[in-house]
């Protein structure tokens, strides 16, 4: 059974950076191919794809987004993170890792392409 979880701090201040890391258990994220994603949902809106690295190492951001998101990985420790510079209030949502089965970058969020997700963390952007 794959399990992700969310962690990072839940308050950042404006023009900060956003850090949040995912670390999967019960699979490798280098096996196969999975796309391991970032989705947000900012309060009262729908769920927001960030990107993804693959199992493969290869990056894709959303092009709304990608001026300010860095995604990476430890394969050591089997976790992969999200980095989001220059937030504002706008930033503030609930944030997911959730592990794709397709590749390519996308603009919406399809959830039957997601076969695990992590609980979700709340992320407030606030001074």
């Known amino acids: 059974q794959v399990q992700l979880q969310e962690s990072g701090p839940g308050l950042v201040k404006p023009s900060q950076t956003l850090s949040l890391t995912c670390t999967v258990s019960?699979?490798?994220?280098?096996?196969?191919?999975?796309?391991w994603t970032w989705i947000r949902q900012p309060p009262g809106k729908e769920l927001e794809w960030i990107g993804y690295?693959?199992?493969?190492?290869?990056?894709y951001y959303s092009p709304s987004l990608e001026s300010r998101t860095s995604i990476s990985r430890d394969t050591s420790k089997n976790q992969f993170t999200l980095q989001l510079s220059s937030v504002s209030p706008e930033d503030t949502a609930v944030y997911y890792c959730?592990?794709?089965?397709?590749?390519?970058?996308?603009?919406?969020?399809?959830?039957?392409?997601?076969?695990?997700w992590g609980q979700g963390t709340q992320v407030t952007v606030s001074s």
């Open positions: 019960g699979g490798s994220i280098t096996a196969h191919f999975y796309a």
């Open positions: 690295i693959s199992s493969g190492g290869g990056i």
């Open positions: 959730a592990r794709g089965m397709r590749p390519g970058r996308r603009t919406s969020v399809n959830r039957g392409e997601y076969d695990y």
